[in-house]
């Protein structure tokens, strides 16, 4: 026969597994969090990344007028259509005239483009480029 033992103690079992559910559920509201960070940094990335194109439109645009028509102007570059219709697009120009050692004359142009989507702080997927550019006539 065997002595029974009084005050024996059990429940071992449903504290552990009450440590391996939490234990879970706190790995998978870890990723879930990871996965929304990841996927808000892929979104600015994309943002940045239309940045730059449209900015990089607008200086081509200013460099082609100072080239072809021979004057540049500060003004707005209109991006119809497309992943970059949500972006705003300054350019500034400024020439100085030199004269070369053989006399003749050249012009050169400074040109900023400058592309926005929103003001700072306006939207959460704010992005700013600003390109700069100088060319000779």
Not at 53 to 71: D, P
Request: charged share 15%.
């Amino acid at each position: 026969m065997r002595p029974e033992v009084r005050g024996r103690q059990q429940g071992f079992g449903l504290v552990a597994a009450l440590f391996v559910i939490i234990v879970i559920t706190l790995v998978i509201a870890a990723m879930a969090r990871l996965s929304t960070t990841q996927h808000g940094s892929n979104s600015l990335a994309l943002q940045q990344a239309r940045a730059y194109q449209a900015a990089r439109a607008g200086l081509e645009w200013g460099i082609s007028s100072a080239v072809n028509a021979g004057s540049c102007s500060n003004s707005g570059v209109s991006m119809a259509g497309g992943g970059l219709s949500e972006f705003t697009v300054s350019l500034t120009c400024s020439s100085t005239s030199h004269t070369d050692e053989d006399g003749s004359s050249l012009t050169i142009y400074r040109l900023t483009a400058q592309a926005q989507n929103g003001a700072p702080g306006s939207r959460p997927d704010y992005a700013y480029r600003r390109l700069t550019a100088s060319v000779e006539r």
